[in-house]
């Protein structure tokens, strides 16, 4: 009912772990950090042998297998190595959600969402997104530091009216990023192509692009026009 570790600076700060996969229901907050790849998956219900007082043993166990990530409060989950793999939903109640790689990739095969906060994903080399994101209250900030960012076909980022920033050291394929009233920030030091042709690309009251390569491509070719 309370907080899985602690703030990044504060007491003896997040809690440390080298596990495989990970399942998280907190009233307050997450702070972790792995240090091997990591799957945010199910967990099945852990048994263990109660003792009683004549020596006698019993099962105890969980009630019921948990999936994902909920939280009341803030998300912070630090991968030192390996790829972080999202294949149960993450879902932020009323703080914030960081989910960053030191070392290696970022697959978001299942949904981050935020009812009252701001999400960032910063992966070290590549992010694939084959999931929504969506922040009810906050902005979204997605990060590939020395790779690329792919979004596939029919994928979404929506920030309900405020800001989304994507940057990638590489290339940025997108499908479909709203931010409603409010405005988008696209650095690629690469191309930015549109990756499919499910939803409007980007929608926005302002659109700010740095590209080092093309940003779109020419009607015809590939998935043309952004």
């Known amino acids: 009912t309370g907080n899985t570790g602690e703030a990044s600076g504060t007491n003896k700060g997040l809690l440390e772990t080298s596990i495989s ?57 630090e991968n030192t190595s390996g790829d972080l793999t999202i294949f149960n939903a993450v879902h932020g109640v009323a703080g914030n959600i960081l989910l960053t790689t030191d070392a290696d990739s970022i697959n978001i095969n299942a949904g981050i969402t935020n009812d009252s906060g701001n999400i960032s994903v910063i992966a070290e080399t590549n992010i694939s997104q084959s999931a929504n994101i969506k922040s009810t209250n906050g902005t979204i900030d997605i990060e590939a530091e020395t790779g690329s960012i792919t979004m596939q076909d029919g994928i979404s980022s929506n920030s309900t009216n405020n800001n989304i920033s994507y940057k990638a050291d590489s290339d940025i394929s ?53």
Do not use: C, F, M, P
């Not at 091997?36 to 009683?52: C, W, Y």
């Not at 390569?213 to 070719?221: D, I, K, P, R």
């Open 21 to 77: 996969k990970l399942a998280v229901q907190s009233s307050g907050s997450v702070y972790l950090y792995n240090n091997k790849a990591l799957e945010i998956g199910e967990i099945d219900t852990v048994s263990a042998n109660r003792v009683d007082t004549a020596g006698s043993i019993a099962a105890e166990s969980d009630s019921s297998n948990l999936s994902g990530i909920t939280a009341n409060v803030n998300i912070a989950i």
């Open 174 to 226: 997108i499908s479909n990023i709203n931010a409603g009233t409010a405005n988008v920030s696209i650095i690629a030091g690469g191309n930015i192509t549109d990756n499919g042709d499910t939803d409007t690309d980007i929608t926005a009251s302002g659109l700010r692009i740095v590209s080092t390569g093309n940003t779109g491509e020419a009607s015809g070719t590939n998935k043309g026009l952004l």
